[in-house]
């Protein structure tokens, strides 16, 4: 994938990232759950403007923002849109896929279901955090390459959050046992 498949909006990059693969350092996956965000949205953290924290969600499409949650875990989001726009796609859940030996490893888990199925999952297995914040996601350490066959994609309300929770931007692989949740939507 090239800068510009991000230079896009959130909700439109959201959806055609389900089902690539999406690797760092060689350990990764499909990507089967993914929520937008975008700077006139309540929930994301661009909606109040730039700030130290959320400066990489306001640069060039196609790097990666990660920030801890909690204090404790990682949260790799993939920013989109035009440069300065606040929008950004989180990658919720993976499909485990190459270097199932590492994450295991890594997570101290395993069964391939629990690996990657949330946000912060996905960065202990995947080795994401605050060293990769505002790296390109087109050069590696990452490889992200779009979907070799057709997905069904289904929409529904983000989890996770406390305002906007009515926004249809979650987007996930119908049917997949390796989502953060089950979904609740329709079929996109």
């Known amino acids: 994938m090239t800068p510009a498949f991000f230079d896009r909006p ?13 690797t760092v350092d060689g350990v990764g996956g499909r990507i089967v759950e993914t929520e937008a965000y975008d700077g006139e949205d309540p929930a994301s953290h661009s909606y109040r403007g730039p700030t130290m924290r959320n400066a ?8 990666a923002y990660v920030y801890r949650i909690y204090g404790l875990h990682s949260c790799f989001n993939i ?9 950004a796609v989180l990658i919720r859940a993976l499909q485990p896929m190459e270097g199932l030996d590492v994450m295991q490893a890594r997570r101290g888990v395993s069964a391939r279901a629990q690996l990657c199925s949330g ?5 202990q297995a995947l080795a994401i955090d605050a060293r990769l914040n505002g790296a390109p996601v087109t050069a590696p350490p990452f490889r992200l390459g779009a979907a070799t066959e057709p997905v069904k994609v289904a929409h529904g309300r983000r989890i ?6 009515e926004t249809p931007w979650r987007f996930a692989e119908a049917g997949s046992p390796f989502l953060s949740r089950p979904m609740q939507g329709k079929i996109a």
């Open 160 to 165: 996770g959050i406390s305002v906007a929770v």
């Open 79 to 87: 920013v989109c849109d035009a440069a300065g726009s606040g929008s």
């Open 10 to 22: 959130a909700e439109a990059v959201a959806r055609d990232l389900i089902g690539a693969v999406l």
């Open 56 to 63: 990489p969600m306001f640069g060039p499409p196609g790097r």
């Open 119 to 123: 946000p912060g999952k996905l960065c």
